[in-house]
C-alpha cells in the first residue's frame, strides 16, 4: 500500500523545551551577549518545571557555550559571546568518524586562506603589515628552537591575513580548519626528519605571500596560498584525494 511513511514519535524532554526556546531567544537577538537570563525560581515559574529541570537545562546551554552560570550565583546566568568552539567540536567529530576526509579539510584550507590573501592585498593596513613581518620573523627565530613555537608563529601569520581580510567568517572557518588539520597530523610533522628544511622552506613561501600582499597584488597572493598550502600538505594527503587539491592550482 502506498502513501506516505512516518517515523516513530520522539518524547522531548521538558529541558529540552527550555533549552530550544532560550537558543531561538540568543539566535533572534531577544537576548545578546551580557544579558542575564531570569533567576532559576523565576525560571521555574515561567516554564513551570522544577527546580532540578532548569537546572538540568542550563547545564545543557552552558556545555554548548552560550551561557555561564556560576553555582550560587543570585543572579541568572549570563548570555556568552559567540565563540567557534561548538563549530570546532562538530568539525573534529564528522573528521573523526570519516565524515570528512584530510583532502577536504586541506582543500577547504586552501579556499579559505587563498581567498583571505585576496582580500587582505586590497585591505590591510599597515599595522596588520607590520604584524605579518612580526610573525615570519618569529618563524624564523622559532626553527632553531622547536615545532611548536614554530607552528605558533605560524599561526599567528594566518590570523591577521584572516583579520585583514576584513570577514569574520572567514576568520572562525580558518581556524576552526586549521586546527583540526593540524591536529590530525602534528605528530608527523614534529617527527618529520626533514622537518628544519620544511620550515626554512615555508618560511619563504611566507616571505612570498607577504610581498604580494604588501604590493596589494590580490590574485598572486591567492595563487601563492594554494601552491603552498598544497605543498605543505599533500604528502599527508591519501593519493587519491590530491587530485581535488592540485584542481584549485593554477
Same mark, same amino acid.
Given at each position: 500500500m502506498g502513501g506516505p511513511r512516518f517515523e516513530p514519535v520522539r518524547t522531548v524532554r521538558a529541558y529540552e523545551r527550555i533549552v530550544e526556546q532560550v537558543e531561538e531567544a540568543i539566535e533572534s537577538g531577544t537576548l545578546c551577549p551580557g544579558q542575564r537570563l531570569p533567576s532559576e525560581r523565576d525560571l521555574m515559574g515561567q516554564f513551570s518545571v522544577s527546580r532540578s529541570t532548569v537546572r538540568e537545562a542550563l547545564r545543557v546551554l552552558q556545555a554548548r557555550g552560550l551561557v555561564r552560570s556560576r553555582p550560587g550565583d543570585p543572579h541568572g546566568a549570563e548570555v556568552q559571546p559567540f565563540t567557534p568552539t561548538e563549530l570546532r567540536k562538530s568539525m573534529t567529530m564528522l573528521a573523526r568518524v570519516d565524515g570528512l576526509s584530510l583532502?577536504? +579539510?586541506?582543500?577547504? /584550507?586552501?579556499?579559505?586562506?587563498?581567498? *583571505?590573501?585576496? #582580500?587582505?592585498? =586590497?585591505?590591510?593596513? !599597515?599595522?596588520?603589515?607590520?604584524?605579518?613581518?612580526?610573525?615570519?620573523?618569529?618563524?624564523?627565530?622559532?626553527?632553531?628552537?622547536?615545532?611548536?613555537?614554530?607552528?605558533?608563529?605560524?599561526?599567528?601569520?594566518?590570523?591577521?591575513?584572516?583579520?585583514?581580510?576584513?570577514?569574520?567568517?572567514?576568520?572562525?572557518?580558518?581556524?576552526?580548519?586549521?586546527?583540526?588539520?593540524?591536529?590530525?597530523?602534528?605528530?608527523?610533522?614534529?617527527?618529520?626528519?626533514?622537518?628544519?628544511?620544511?620550515?626554512?622552506?615555508?618560511?619563504?613561501?611566507?616571505?612570498?605571500? +607577504?610581498?604580494?600582499? /604588501?604590493?596589494?597584488?590580490?590574485?598572486? *597572493?591567492?595563487? #601563492?596560498?594554494? =601552491?603552498?598550502?598544497? !605543498?605543505?600538505?599533500?604528502?599527508?594527503?591519501?593519493?587519491?584525494?590530491?587530485?581535488?587539491?592540485?584542481?584549485l592550482l593554477e
Open positions: 583532502g577536504e +579539510l586541506v582543500q577547504f /584550507r586552501m579556499v579559505l586562506d587563498s581567498s *583571505a590573501n585576496l #582580500l587582505a592585498a =586590497r585591505l590591510r593596513t !599597515d599595522e596588520q603589515l607590520a604584524e605579518m613581518d612580526t610573525a615570519i620573523a618569529a618563524m624564523r627565530a622559532a626553527v632553531e628552537v622547536g615545532y611548536d613555537e614554530f607552528s605558533t608563529a605560524d599561526v599567528a601569520f594566518h590570523d591577521t591575513v584572516a583579520q585583514a581580510s576584513g570577514n569574520k567568517l572567514i576568520q572562525i572557518c580558518t581556524e576552526v580548519v586549521r586546527s583540526i588539520v593540524l591536529g590530525l597530523i602534528a605528530d608527523k610533522i614534529a617527527a618529520a626528519p626533514d622537518r628544519v628544511a620544511l620550515m626554512r622552506q615555508s618560511i619563504r613561501h611566507h616571505e612570498e605571500v +607577504l610581498a604580494a600582499v /604588501r604590493a596589494g597584488d590580490g590574485p598572486l *597572493a591567492a595563487r #601563492l596560498s594554494r =601552491r603552498t598550502m598544497y !605543498d605543505y600538505y599533500v604528502g599527508y594527503v591519501p593519493t587519491s584525494e590530491r587530485p581535488a587539491l592540485r584542481a
